[in-house]
């Protein structure tokens, strides 16, 4: 029973079209993060949602709009994409007040803008 | 200077010798911190985490934190082929946010 899960695995697109990745987590977690890997496999993080509430937004691109629903699924919504934005994104998602505060990673979603 | 430096390797070292994998970071503020792993093509899985400093063992893994010189580590004893992966240091300030990661350290294990 996979803990995070992120759809879809790859994404392959043209550039100025808009995509979205979906995220959700069945740990009962209330912190959604997005993280982007790029090429030197360092993760940066993007954004991190709070029971639904926004709580980080570094410094990414306004054609990047996290959506979350509810507190288990945090979706990211890209808009015209651009060769730059081709990295692999994951999803992680933690308990704010849990002692040992780690987080859980999905498995990725690689993005490749053509 | 990053926020959290660590060595991208790649570090090769024979099967059954011990691995010392390190992290420096300069906020010290970070009282949190953790070790991932993360397999090629695959999403970082947790290691190990570690509160304040000190030294926390799980099998063949040890985590040590020295907070007064803003420096943590990983040993791996034993090491095998399968431990083969990137791992990458992670901290936090507070509670179950802001997590900011390493580069990562590439590492190979040969048979």
């Known amino acids: 029973d996979t803990a995070v899960s992120q759809t879809p695995k790859y994404l392959v697109t043209q550039m100025g079209n808009d995509k979205s990745i979906k995220c959700e987590q069945n740990?009962?977690?209330?912190?959604m993060y997005w993280y982007k890997q790029d090429s030197k496999k360092f993760l940066k993080i993007m954004f991190s949602?709070?029971?639904?509430?926004?709580?980080i937004n570094e410094t990414v691109p306004n054609r990047f709009s996290p959506k979350s629903p509810d507190k288990a699924h945090l979706n990211l919504h890209i808009n015209s994409l651009e060769l730059g934005d081709s990295a692999v994104y994951f999803c992680?998602?933690?308990?704010?007040?849990?002692?040992?505060?780690?987080?859980?990673f999905g498995q990725g979603t690689r993005l490749t803008v053509v | 200077q990053k926020e959290v430096e660590q060595d991208p390797g790649p570090l090769s070292v024979p099967e059954g010798a011990i691995v010392s994998l390190n992290c420096t970071y300069s906020?010290?503020?970070?009282?949190?911190f953790m070790w991932y792993r993360q397999y090629s093509r695959k999403g970082p899985e947790l290691l190990m985490y570690?509160?304040?400093?000190g030294n926390k063992e799980d099998g063949r893994f040890t985590a040590q934190v020295d907070k007064s010189s803003k420096y943590i580590s990983l040993f791996i004893r034993d090491s095998q082929p399968s431990d083969s992966a990137t791992y990458l240091c992670?901290?936090?300030?507070?509670?179950?946010?802001?997590?900011?990661f390493g580069p990562g350290t590439r590492l190979s294990v040969l048979p």
């Open positions: 570690t509160y304040s400093s």
């Open positions: 740990l009962g977690h209330d912190t």
């Open positions: 992680a998602s933690s308990h704010r007040k849990q002692w040992g505060a780690e987080a859980f």
């Open positions: 949602y709070n029971n639904k509430e926004l709580i």
């Open positions: 992670a901290m936090s300030a507070n509670y179950g946010q802001n997590f900011v």
């Open positions: 906020n010290s503020a970070f009282q949190y």
